[in-house]
C-alpha cells in the first residue's frame, strides 16, 4: 500500500503548533504535510510584511504528535507559504516572496528552484507539483528535483 502525504486541518495544526510552543506572531501556512506516519513538517510565517523589507523570517519546523514538541529544522524563508517532503526526506520550501522553492537536506537550503510567485508544493511519486504566479493568471507546473 502507497503511504502519501496526509494534509491537517488548520485547526488542528494550529493546537499543535501551540502546543509546541511554536506560536507568538506567527501563522502556520496550511497544509501541512505529514511525514508518512511521523512527524508534522509545518511552515511558519512570522506575521507582519511577508515581503523582504524585514528580511526572510519564515522557518520550517517538525513537530511530534504525539508529545507536541517541536523542532526547528531551517530557517531564513521569504514567505514560506507551504512545503512538501520528498521520498528521501528533502523538504522543499514555497517562498512566495523569494520567487523559488528552497531545497532543504540536513537543516540546510542546499539549492533553489527559481518559480515565479510561488504558492503550495506537493511531492508525489518522485515529481515536485507546484502552483505558480498566485497574484497573476496561476498556474501548476511540475518539476523533476
Known amino acids: 500500500m502507497r503511504k502519501s502525504p496526509m ?3 488548520a485547526v488542528l495544526a494550529c493546537s ?3 502546543a509546541a510552543g511554536l506560536a507568538g506572531a506567527a501563522t502556520v501556512s496550511a497544509p501541512i504535510a505529514d511525514g508518512f506516519a511521523g512527524p508534522l513538517y509545518v511552515s511558519l510565517l512570522p506575521g ?3 515581503d523582504p523589507s524585514l528580511g526572510a523570517r519564515g ?3 517538525r ?3 504525539q508529545t507536541g514538541v517541536g523542532q526547528k529544522l531551517a530557517g531564513g524563508f521569504a ?3 507551504n512545503l512538501a517532503v520528498g521520498g528521501d526526506g528533502t523538504i522543499y520550501v514555497s517562498e512566495l516572496f523569494a520567487d523559488e522553492i528552497a531545497v532543504v537536506r540536513g537543516g540546510t537550503t542546499v539549492d533553489t528552484i527559481p518559480l515565479s510567485q510561488p504558492g503550495a508544493v506537493e511531492y508525489a511519486d518522485g515529481v515536485l507539483y507546484a502552483s505558480t504566479d498566485v497574484f497573476g493568471n496561476g498556474a501548476v507546473v511540475t518539476i523533476t528535483p
Do not use: H, K, Q, R
Open 7 to 9: 494534509v491537517i486541518v
Open 16 to 18: 499543535l503548533v501551540l
Open 48 to 50: 507582519g510584511p511577508e
Open 59 to 61: 522557518a520550517v519546523y
Open 63 to 65: 513537530v511530534d504528535p
Open 79 to 81: 514567505g514560506a507559504t
